[in-house]
């Protein structure tokens, strides 16, 4: 059966169109005005000559003209006058917002999307409309979505292209101005009183319940998030197309026993859908698959035929023309490429593989195939890697996903009319979210669970022609000698570059110094550092996320942490530390700015650690290093707690180990006045490694490096970071002093070991190999 793709042409044009155009829209109303008038001159074509190509080239011009005047029409909203200078001056402004997501399991400072409609600056009230993404924020976790919260901070103006036009950074914890409307706090009630109830069921189960139900991941944990995406489950916790089919087919299905009329059916059903949006939330999937059940349902209601790949199309055209900025959301890109390729290529697949299937267990295999497919090149961008086991996965657990998505959604309307009901739902519904989790964690566990992939766009243009070379020689649809030599093709580059990464990564693991002291992890914009000496491990700062310090620890072989340095808690220091939680032996830290600052010490003691803050003076041992803190003082007096407090430790050899052994100097991201003032506080020893503050920002003191004269400078920092870090100002400093620079941004994960000299260090880079 031939598949419509006329309009799929359009819908690849203005995505193409929305990408470009949001990241130059000082550009958009040229662009704009150029499509509209092509679109003109290719609509006066296809009348007069009635070529199709015409038409298809006419709808496109139009597709690109719409998401260009949405672009034009919405650039200048999102990026208002008043914050762009209140960011720009750094200047303390109070924001008046409204939330865009549940704050569960926001305890911590988790940003949290919200939208800005408010702000005040100089005495001034402007009224805005802006989406924003907020920093530092200790939310109540019952916070709803639509909940009005008025925080005071900072702001940032994000790039032209992300999905936020501001990071609003807080100071001090957010005043609730309005609870949620009476048609969004429906929702919050029935969303927190679930997911109560499901985590009181015990194991994995009742943590993945909500995901399938109602998109609710608050109380997955990092290792089960990480066996689901190594699994290619993931999907199944993001409420999308499957669940909207179901819920309309069993409301169609009704509505027939019932006896209802087709409109009567459908209005009930867009009814229906319009709830199950609020109560999943609007993500991204979610609104593509709502939007195309829509369109169906608007069909079905003229009696029209449904088709998919046109409606696919026409809802992609019609959400970029609401939201141009869609086109940049990997969310968005994933939900429309998997139903794509169900709708392509589940059938090929489902029909060769009945060749030697029963033809149920054939389509069962051949969606995960074609979903997988579709993606692939996507995933790759995220993660450069290629989950082998997926399709076996998802052909064992997608099965329960209707199951535990249908019982649980039922739990979730229940339960605050007939608690009794609700739960003994919500206990069956267990049952299927528990095999899937389990299907996660067995083949997440298995050897060779990802196959190494080139990153970044190249290796996703390249897995693409891999997979399309692929599909050509296995389904057909040209001569059979091009088809040998296209599935010859593929298979070879398949092998070749799979078996080449994997000799890369084996190379790079055996070119490892063994005697490695101190470790960079590459983390992105933020600091983790392990220190080693005899068997004992140090870390200091976790990073932003857990994933990549999990993946770091992991493939240091590091499983204890025998003392866990916290050296302030800005999330790009601190937030991290859930992959660490239950291997943890003792924390120090320094003083706390909020109280979740202290829930995250709390939440380390409760995994098994034992905690103490920490001031000048405190002194410890880690196998043949002694480590002293610096900073801070015990008063801090004017020092408010935060950069300019951040701990500062030094570990130095003892014993033996004192010539042998890599002395270090960890920074924090202490500023050049408290620099000066830790200088002052006491005399500061040569050391051969500094870990150098702020992620190399330009607020130095070039008396403390010249001090410290270390042999290496290690510098935490992500690729592309907003913040200009590091700045040359302090490389050249750096460079003066003859102090060698390593950065986890070009480096990659970074390995410090003693020199064949003394006072000499080997570096060897991830990225780079070994150098003196």
Not at 262 to 267: D, E, N, S, Y
Not at 542 to 553: F, I, M, R, V, W
Request: proline fraction near 6%; glycine fraction near 12%.
């Amino acid at each position: 059966m031939s598949v419509d793709l006329r309009l799929a042409i359009p819908a690849a044009l203005a995505w193409i169109a929305a990408g470009v155009m949001v990241a130059m829209p000082e550009v958009a109303l040229e662009e704009t005005i150029a499509c509209w008038v092509a679109a003109g001159v290719l609509a006066s074509a296809a009348v007069t000559t009635r070529r199709g190509w015409l038409a298809v080239a006419t709808v496109a011009a139009i597709a690109a003209a719409l998401v260009s005047t949405a672009v034009a029409v919405q650039s200048p909203v999102r990026h208002p006058a008043v914050m762009l200078e209140s960011a720009k001056a750094g200047r303390y402004v109070t924001v008046t917002v409204a939330t865009s997501e549940s704050a569960a399991g926001n305890a911590r400072e988790d940003p949290l999307t919200a939208e800005a409609t408010s702000v005040s600056a100089g005495g001034v009230v402007y009224a805005v409309s802006t989406p924003v993404l907020l920093f530092g924020a200790s939310v109540p976790a019952a916070t709803g979505i639509g909940t009005v919260l008025t925080v005071g901070g900072t702001l940032a103006a994000a790039e032209p292209e992300d999905d936020v036009g501001f990071l609003v950074f807080a100071r001090g914890s957010p005043r609730v101005a309005a609870e949620p409307p009476w048609f969004l706090d429906w929702a919050n009630g029935l969303r927190s009183t679930f997911s109560a109830t499901a985590t009181t069921l015990p194991g994995d189960g009742g943590a993945l319940l909500p995901g399938l139900a109602i998109g609710d991941t608050a109380a997955v944990d990092e290792p089960l998030d990480v066996a689901m995406k190594a699994s290619s489950l993931s999907h199944l916790t993001a409420v999308s197309g499957a669940n909207c089919a179901v819920i309309i087919g069993l409301i169609m299905l009704g509505g027939a026993y019932l006896g209802l009329g087709r409109a009567a059916r459908v209005l009930a059903s867009l009814a229906v859908l319009a709830g199950f949006v609020v109560l999943v939330t609007p993500q991204s999937s979610v609104v593509r698959a709502a939007t195309m059940a829509a369109v169906v349902l608007a069909l079905t209601l003229g009696g029209r035929p449904v088709r998919g790949v046109p409606v696919l199309a026409l809802a992609t055209i019609g959400l970029l023309a609401a939201d141009p900025w869609l086109s940049r959301d990997y969310g968005f890109a994933l939900s429309v490429l998997a139903t794509g390729g169900l709708l392509v290529l589940s059938g090929p697949i489902a029909r060769l593989l009945s060749r030697v299937l029963p033809a149920p267990v054939a389509l069962l295999v051949a969606v995960p195939i074609a979903a997988q497919l579709a993606c692939q090149p996507v995933l790759v961008l995220l993660s450069p890697s290629i989950a082998v086991y997926g399709v076996v996965a998802n052909a064992l657990a997608e099965p329960a996903a209707p199951l535990a998505t249908v019982i649980g959604l039922l739990a979730c309307v229940t339960l605050p009319f007939l608690p009794w009901a609700g739960e003994m739902l919500a206990a069956v519904a267990w049952v299927p979210a528990s095999w899937i989790a389990a299907v996660a964690r067995f083949f997440a566990g298995l050897p060779g669970a990802a196959l190494p992939w080139p990153g970044g766009a190249g290796g996703a243009g390249l897995l693409a022609a891999v997979t399309i070379l692929g599909l050509v020689g296995v389904l057909g649809g040209v001569p059979h000698r091009m088809r040998r030599v296209a599935a010859a093709a593929s298979a070879v580059v398949l092998i070749g570059i799979a078996g080449a990464m994997a000799g890369v990564r084996v190379v790079q693991q055996l070119a490892r110094p063994p005697d490695w002291q101190i470790a960079a992890c590459d983390i992105g914009q933020g600091d983790a550092v392990v220190v080693r000496s005899a068997g004992r491990v140090a870390l200091v700062d976790t990073g932003p996320e857990p994933a990549p310090l999990e993946a770091c620890l992991d493939s240091l072989g590091i499983d204890r942490i025998d003392l866990l340095v916290l050296s302030h808690f800005d999330l790009d220091h601190v937030g991290g530390t859930e992959a660490v939680f239950g291997r943890v032996d003792r924390v120090i830290a320094g003083p706390s700015a909020e109280p979740a600052d202290d829930r995250l010490v709390a939440s380390l003691v409760a995994a098994g650690a034992s905690a103490e803050r920490v001031s000048r003076g405190e002194t410890g041992t880690l196998g043949e290093l002694h480590w002293r803190v610096l900073w801070p003082r015990a008063r801090l007096g004017p020092v408010e707690p935060g950069n300019e407090a951040s701990v500062v430790v030094a570990f130095d050899g003892v014993g033996e180990c004192a010539g042998g052994c890599l002395s270090s100097l960890f920074l924090g991201d202490l500023g050049e006045t408290s620099q000066a003032l830790l200088l002052a506080a006491g005399p500061l020893a040569h050391t051969d490694v500094v870990k150098v503050s702020h992620h190399g920002s330009a607020d130095q003191s070039g008396r403390l490096y010249g001090r410290a004269a270390a042999t290496v400078g290690v510098i935490g920092v992500g690729a592309d970071n907003d913040y200009g870090h590091p700045t040359q100002k302090t490389l050249d400093l750096l460079a003066e002093l003859g102090t060698a620079v390593t950065r986890t941004d070009t480096d990659g994960l970074v390995l410090l070991s003693p020199g064949p000299e003394a006072g000499s260090v080997r570096v060897w880079r991830e990225r780079a190999g070994e150098r003196e």
